[in-house]
């Protein structure tokens, strides 16, 4: 991802500022993704929106 982004700042630098932005939110969720899939499992487990 970081050299796609290179890339692109390379190819057009007036887009360098949103693209960093995008890059960063991208790489904080592809990050992110694993605790946010055990909040859910433990949401599932200890707090079932399911069961009576």
């Known amino acids: ?3 796609r982004f290179i890339d692109g700042a390379v190819r057009q ?4 500022e949103p693209l ?3 890059m960063f939110l991208l790489a904080g969720l592809i990050d ?5 899939g055990v ?7 200890f707090a079932n ?3 009576k």
Do not use: C, S
């Open 1 to 3: 991802m970081g050299g």
């Open 13 to 16: 630098p007036e887009m360098m």
């Open 20 to 22: 960093q932005t995008k």
């Open 32 to 36: 992110a993704n694993f605790l946010i």
């Open 39 to 45: 909040g859910v499992a433990m949401m599932f487990v």
């Open 49 to 51: 929106p399911f069961a």
